[in-house]
């Protein structure tokens, strides 16, 4: 399966349905990208109000503890994303 979308999220959403990709999986990488790009944002946007350069980064000490704690959760997510892929693409990647 080739996947031409440039587009993180309508790339996700290419391979709903697909074998090996449970929706539950799907659902919670859609939700760790879309909180990544929300924090992110919302820093840039935080930046551009000091008139300082939006970086593309999250700077963890400026999050709250509940963002620290979801945080958490995304990148553990995203752990088990990249264990997955390695694991179906083994010798492929």
């Known amino acids: 399966?080739?996947?031409n979308e440039?587009?993180?999220l309508t790339r996700l959403e290419s391979i709903r349905g697909t074998?090996?990709?449970p929706d539950g999986f799907l659902?919670?990488?859609i939700q760790a990208y879309n909180m990544l790009m929300?924090?992110?944002l919302s820093q840039q946007a935080k930046q551009l109000m000091q008139g300082e350069e939006p970086a593309n980064t999250i700077d963890v000490n400026k999050?709250?503890?509940i963002e620290k704690s979801t945080l958490k959760k995304v990148l553990s997510v995203i752990n088990?994303?990249?264990i997955k892929l390695k694991s179906d693409f083994k010798g492929v990647l």
């Open 6 to 8: 440039t587009n993180t």
């Open 38 to 40: 929300t924090s992110r």
């Open 80 to 82: 088990e994303i990249i």
């Open 19 to 21: 074998q090996g990709m």
């Open 63 to 65: 999050l709250t503890d």
């Open 1 to 3: 399966m080739q996947i």
């Open 27 to 29: 659902d919670e990488a």
